[in-house]
């Protein structure tokens, strides 16, 4: 059942890999050949009822560090909310439908043509939530660095080239904050090569 829903889900992935392609005029292959042999990790999330809701958070405000989620919102109970417009705003689950969020790795691959989104999970007084994170990841050793085509007419890159390893190590060590992750991988990374 898992491995299924897994190959659904990549399959899934590689569809919308290519519409990203199109929509950014790299070739519709580009990002679907890129990612063919990709990693993913899925993971359920449970948030519980909470008597204080205000109190607390599901999942406090982030972006997600890998290049795409893919969200299964389990039930009807409203949570998840981005942050759009200068305020907070729910996603209400739509049965039979996912929710695509770009990650901080895909938007340094569009060197900030597609942005990832800031959000969160907040919790409810009676009810519990349930949902499916399914989260697609360049191969470890992959260099990730935006394509020629995006980098505009001074062409800056605004990311130093990485691995999907060390974003990864680095989200494991330092705490996630907000859409600040990739911005603190980005100048730990320049801080590093400069020591060298
Ligand atoms: C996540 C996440 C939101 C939700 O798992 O990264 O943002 O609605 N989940 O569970
Ligand atoms: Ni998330």
Not at 25 to 31: H, S, W
Not at 89 to 107: A, E, K
Not at 146 to 153: F, M, V
Request: hydrophobic residues 30%; aromatic residues 10%.
């Amino acid at each position: 059942m898992y491995e299924k829903y897994s190959e659904a889900m990549k399959n899934l992935a590689l569809s919308i890999m290519e519409l990203l392609g199109l929509s950014l005029g790299t070739c519709k292959d580009y990002y679907r050949d890129f990612f063919q042999d990709c990693d993913y990790i899925t993971r359920c999330n449970y948030y519980p009822p909470c008597p204080q809701p205000e109190l607390t958070q599901g999942t406090g405000p982030h972006t997600d560090p890998v290049a795409l989620t893919i969200l299964h919102q389990e039930d009807e109970e409203e949570g998840l909310e981005i942050f759009t417009g200068g305020k907070w705003q729910s996603v209400p689950p739509v049965p039979s439908s996912f929710v695509v969020n770009i990650g901080d790795t895909f938007m340094a691959m569009t060197n900030d043509i597609y942005k990832s989104c800031v959000h969160r999970a907040v919790v409810k007084r009676h009810s519990s939530r349930q949902s499916i994170a399914f989260f697609v990841c360049p191969q470890h050793d992959k260099v990730i660095r935006a394509h020629d085509s995006l980098i505009g007419p001074n062409g800056k890159r605004l990311y130093p080239d990485f691995t999907w390893s060390q974003l990864e190590a680095f989200t494991q060590k330092s705490r996630r904050v907000e859409d600040k992750t990739i911005k603190h991988f980005a100048q730990h990374l320049s801080e590093s090569s400069s020591a060298e």
